[in-house]
């Protein structure tokens, strides 16, 4: 047997997925490229949560390029369009390849997806694999939505938790309280196979690097590795308040020295269009190559309209061709002195009953 490292192999000065060596490999056993093979390694890339420079990124392009030309049935088929964005891919299409290793409890389930993704599986096994790849996601989100936590530690800068079970899932869990807390999160989940044992998974907003927490206490992980602001370590359960307490420690002091975010691009409703974003996705996806930028847009408080769901609140401009929605301070929209508002946000594309709508997602209101 052989083993391939891309970097005890000096092959990459950086972490690529497995996915991407097997992708090298067969191009080299097969002497051809097979652009399927590409789109796997491109989706691997998200989500293994690789830094998205040098072969990481090309891989990631020629996916989108690849899902939006061949259109692979099992996998647009998750999808519900023919030509998905890089939002659709990270947030509809993996989560559903996902889910079986998140929540399943049988291997089988792990392998179903293999078994999915062989072009070689008839039709009538791929409709029958879809509808238990979507059944395994919801069953994600339910127990996402539902998940109970105790041994909470939160301070000013930082929140750290333990989640009751479902290890899988602390990746998740920890992004969604992130967004919520707008700080540093680490979630921990005993491991399924080892009860005292503690999965945890780090999530932190732009502006820190939480590798060198990593380093400067690897000898206190059983094990540890990820990215600067997507990690994970797992740690001997006696040890959760000592491991609390050194993530909160460098969180605090991470915070006392922030790294200066780039300035908010400014742009005008008419400015929200299909032109301006297909010059914005010549640089997409956003990451480490190419920061993801924010834009701040002003308009009149009286264009929002709050859904009848009370969930989000949206703007149409541009005849309808672009909108503006926000999923919480709705108070804002309730203040007579506020005539307009100045929002900073991002834009993406989004797909409705085959409509293209350019959106701009609110994330903060000045």
Do not use: W
């Not at 097997?22 to 191009?27: L, T």
């Not at 339910?142 to 909470?152: C, D, G, I, K, L």
Request: net charge neutral; glycine share 4%; charged share 20%.
């Amino acid at each position: 047997p052989y083993l391939f490292h891309q970097t005890h192999s000096h092959f990459l000065s950086y972490n690529c997925s497995a996915c991407s060596l097997s992708y090298f490999v067969a191009s080299s056993l097969l002497h051809r490229d097979e652009p399927y093979f590409a789109t796997l390694a491109g989706l691997a890339v998200f989500s293994d949560v690789m830094p998205l420079v040098g072969n990481n990124l090309i891989f990631a392009k020629l996916m989108k390029q690849f899902l939006n030309q061949e259109h692979y049935h099992n996998l647009t088929a998750l999808l519900e369009t023919d030509f998905p964005s890089y939002d659709d891919v990270n947030f509809k299409l993996i989560p559903c390849l996902n889910a079986p290793g998140r929540v399943g409890k049988e291997m089988m389930d792990t392998i179903r997806v293999v078994s999915y993704l062989l072009p070689s599986t008839t039709e009538e096994k791929k409709n029958a694999l879809k509808m238990k790849l979507i059944s395994l996601n919801q069953q994600r989100k339910n127990v996402s939505a539902s998940m109970t936590f105790h041994s909470e530690l939160s301070s000013e800068h930082s929140y750290v938790v333990i989640q009751d079970s479902f290890s899988g899932l602390t990746g998740l869990v920890a992004n969604k309280l992130m967004n919520e807390k707008k700080v540093p999160v680490l979630v921990f989940a005993p491991m399924e196979n080892d009860p005292s044992l503690l999965v945890g998974s780090i999530r932190a907003p732009e502006g820190y690097s939480l590798l060198s927490f990593l380093h400067k206490n690897a000898e206190k992980f059983v094990a540890a590795g990820g990215h600067e602001r997507a990690c994970g370590i797992t740690i001997k359960k006696e040890d959760y308040y000592i491991a609390a307490t050194l993530f909160s420690t460098e969180v605090a002091l991470q915070a006392l020295n922030p790294v200066k975010k780039s300035d908010n691009l400014m742009i005008s409703p008419e400015d929200l269009c299909e032109e301006n974003y297909k010059i914005l996705e010549m640089f997409m996806p956003f990451g480490e190559g190419f920061a993801k930028p924010t834009f701040e847009l002003t308009i009149p408080r009286e264009f929002f309209r709050i859904a009848p769901s009370g969930l989000v609140a949206y703007a149409m401009l541009n005849q309808g061709n672009s909108k503006v929605t926000m999923f919480q301070g709705f108070d804002v929209l309730k203040d007579p002195d506020r005539e307009l508002l100045t929002l900073q946000g991002q834009i993406s594309r989004s797909v409705f009953r085959n409509k293209s709508t350019i959106e701009f997602k609110v994330t903060a209101v000045k």
